[in-house]
């Protein structure tokens, strides 16, 4: 089981209070918790709380730092790649950050439903900065716009996979392979045509 899973997490104080904390910021909205609704929810007191976490966005931020690990260490991966990067390496890129997107789709529906919240916290720079690295490393800088285009779309639909077409019956596990297929057909059209 996935550490980054509820089940897989329960025995953990500091996990038990980020889990609880997402669930809380899904219900009710980042802005409306409190740091005492968390601590009621997990049933402890908030100095028990507070020994862990002195805000909200010290939360937020711990848990965006655990989630995000497997993205650094994608980009990492990608760029001591030889360049240009090849057909395969696009497409294990793209397969790598999908599953690391699975792995933590609390937090990145919350990111999704709290945008203005992101943006006035620190990690929102940093998310931002991700993309743009993970896009770089896709685009074909010397090929057609149209190309360029697709390499982009192919990161993007990944998203659309995860945060637009959630409440579309069936397994979220098919939605995302699903969204995989169709990124890695634009990645393949795009390095084609160059």
């Given at each position: 089981?996935?550490?980054?899973?509820?089940?897989?997490?329960?025995?953990?104080?500091?996990?038990?209070i980020q889990d609880v904390a997402?669930?809380?910021?899904?219900?009710?909205?980042?802005?409306?918790?409190?740091?005492?609704?968390?601590?009621?929810?997990?049933?402890?007191?908030?100095?028990?709380?507070?020994?862990?976490?002195?805000?909200?966005?010290?939360?937020?931020?711990?848990?965006?730092?655990?989630?995000?690990?497997?993205?650094?260490?994608?980009?990492?991966?990608?760029?001591?790649?030889?360049?240009?990067?090849?057909?395969?390496?696009?497409?294990?890129?793209?397969?790598?950050?999908?599953?690391?997107?699975?792995?933590?789709?609390?937090?990145?529906?919350?990111?999704?439903?709290?945008?203005?919240?992101?943006?006035?916290?620190?990690?929102?720079?940093t998310v931002k900065r991700r993309?743009?690295?993970?896009?770089?490393?896709?685009?074909?800088?010397?090929?057609?716009?149209?190309?360029?285009?697709?390499?982009?779309?192919?990161?993007?639909?990944?998203?659309?996979?995860?945060?637009?077409?959630?409440?579309?019956?069936?397994?979220?596990?098919?939605?995302?392979?699903?969204?995989?297929?169709?990124?890695?057909?634009?990645?393949?059209?795009?390095?084609?045509?160059?």
């Open positions: 089981m996935s550490s980054s899973s509820p089940q897989g997490r329960r025995g953990n104080t500091r996990q038990r997402l669930e809380l910021f899904a219900e009710q909205g980042y802005e409306k918790t409190s740091l005492r609704e968390i601590a009621e929810r997990l049933e402890v007191t908030k100095a028990a709380l507070y020994y862990h976490f002195k805000t909200k966005e010290d939360i937020i931020i711990s848990v965006f730092e655990d989630v995000t690990r497997p993205i650094d260490e994608l980009i990492t991966w990608a760029q001591e790649q030889p360049r240009p990067c090849t057909l395969e390496t696009k497409r294990e890129v793209l397969r790598r950050y999908s599953e690391a997107m699975a792995a933590g789709a609390q937090l990145y529906r919350f990111m999704q439903e709290n945008q203005a919240t992101m943006r006035e916290l620190s990690i929102g720079e993309l743009f690295t993970l896009v770089e490393l896709l685009r074909n800088d010397d090929g057609p716009l149209t190309d360029q285009v697709r390499c982009v779309s192919a990161l993007f639909t990944l998203h659309a996979g995860m945060m637009f077409l959630q409440h579309v019956e069936g397994d979220p596990e098919e939605t995302r392979v699903a969204a995989l297929e169709v990124a890695i057909d634009l990645i393949t059209q795009a390095h084609h045509g160059s």
